[in-house]
Structures are given as structure tokens and as C-alpha cells.
């Protein structure tokens, strides 16, 4: 996972809004009368702006707020970056070591050995 560079690159739980429905597919999907009513719904969420995924619909964030999540992610990309050149040179502390190499495995970087 490259660094983000715009919104795009957020995940989809950080380019969605508020909550305003949420469902669990498997128990929504085994009642036809509810299946049908659900799609429409979803459809007509679509066609108004709304963000529409897996999960439920949700309110479309403001352009105020997908740029304060892309600055909070590029500002942790950013300091795993930093953690992790600080661990290959000189090991950081176990504690920090499973997101180091979290960060390292979205990155297609080698993963730090523990001490």
C-alpha cells in the first residue's frame, strides 16, 4: 500500500459519512419481501449522493472531512515510514514491532525480526 495521496486512497470505511441504515447481508438476504424493499432503497440512496457498500448506507462526508482523514493517514503512513527505517537500523521495542511490520507487509517491505 502506497502512501495516499488523495481521498481515493482511503479506505472505504474512511471515504464514507454518518451511518443512516446498516444491515447484516446474510440475515437481510434470506426474506425475499425485505431483499426487494432493501435494493430499492439502496438504489434510490445511490442516485441521491449517498454512499451505498456492503454494510448499509451512509452519508456522504463532507470534502472538509475526507481532507482531515487523508492528512491523519498520510500523517501515519508517514511515521510507520519513519519507525520502520528506525527499527532496520537499530530494532524498535517489541511493542511497537507488530504495526512496523503491518506497515511493512502492506508496503512489500521485509518484516523485522524480534530481538
Do not use: C
Request: hydrophobic share 35%.
Amino acid at each position: 500500500m502506497a502512501r495516499p495521496n488523495t481521498w481515493h486512497d482511503l479506505s472505504d470505511n474512511d471515504r464514507r459519512g454518518d451511518e443512516i441504515v446498516r444491515w447484516s447481508g446474510n440475515s437481510i438476504m434470506s426474506i425475499p419481501n425485505v431483499t426487494k424493499h432493501l435494493v430499492a432503497a439502496a438504489q434510490a440512496a445511490r442516485s441521491e449522493g449517498l454512499v451505498v457498500d456492503n454494510d448499509g448506507i451512509f452519508a456522504k462526508p463532507s470534502d472538509e472531512v475526507l481532507e482531515d482523514r487523508l492528512r491523519r493517514a498520510q500523517e501515519r503512513w508517514d511515521s510507520l515510514e519513519e519507525k520502520y527505517k528506525v527499527a532496520v537500523d537499530f530494532q524498535s521495542p517489541n511493542s511497537e514491532l507488530w504495526e512496523i511490520n503491518n506497515w511493512a507487509r502492506e508496503n512489500s517491505l521485509p518484516v523485522i525480526k524480534p530481538v
